[in-house]
């Protein structure tokens, strides 16, 4: 049974304060829980009185299902784009905090209406890039955090601070922008210049879809 009490006897000796669990995944002792990390992320807490307290931290990606579903007592599965946790033959849509104890899911939820939300949001405002007889071609009228850029990492200014709050408004006000389209090629690994000026329209419908996902915390 993966507990407090299970990973309190993996961190022993020299390995009492972390020990690595996985490729960017490790087992570390707290004041008063023991944490499973995946890179900058506690995803799995455990807590002496027998909560775990689940977090994303929105990387609803493979990798942190994987890992979860590894290193906890519950089983992740993905339903379009919805992630679902199954705890001692119980059912919940997850969320980012919830927690389980004893056999129970502490306030279970049957329903993501948020998810559902986003993802009609995402589907209507890529539905009208499609349509678009041309891309807006980035400029510094284009959203601040969208345009802007770290200095050190070159990195959008929105996913430096990891700001989502501008994304959303613009899905909700279908404002599309040249910036935010090459944003989301260049977070996929394109080669952002290219495919934008060569409009691979289906390329780029796509990978905006799949950065909006991404940056609001719905899983692929």
């Excluded at 829980?33 to 992320?41: F, H």
């Excluded at 090629?185 to 419908?205: K, P």
């Amino acid at each position: 049974m993966k507990n407090y009490a299970y990973y309190n006897g993996v961190l022993q000796g020299r390995n009492h304060a972390q020990k690595k669990l996985a490729n960017n995944t490790y087992a570390e002792r707290y004041s008063d829980s023991i944490n499973i990390r995946l890179y900058d992320t506690n995803i799995i807490k455990f807590f002496p009185d027998g909560r775990i307290v689940l977090d994303s931290g929105k990387y609803r990606t493979v990798t942190t299902k994987d890992r979860i579903n590894q290193f906890s007592p519950v089983n992740i599965r993905q339903e379009k784009s919805k992630w679902y946790i199954m705890y001692n033959n119980r059912e919940s849509v997850f969320y980012d905090g919830i927690t389980v104890k004893n056999g129970r899911i502490i306030k279970p939820l049957k329903e993501d209406r948020k998810t559902d939300r986003y993802i009609k949001l995402i589907n209507v405002y890529c539905k009208k890039l499609r349509s678009l007889e041309k891309l807006p071609i980035p400029g510094p009228g284009d959203c601040f955090y969208c345009y802007m850029r770290d200095t050190k990492t070159n990195k959008p200014l929105g996913d430096c601070t990891n700001n989502s709050d501008h994304l959303l408004s613009h899905l909700k006000e279908k404002y599309i922008m040249g910036s935010l389209i090459i944003n989301a090629l260049e977070f996929s690994g394109y080669n952002a210049a290219f495919v934008f000026q060569s409009d691979y329209r289906d390329i780029i419908v796509r990978y905006v879809k799949k950065y909006f996902k991404s940056k609001l915390g719905i899983a692929q």
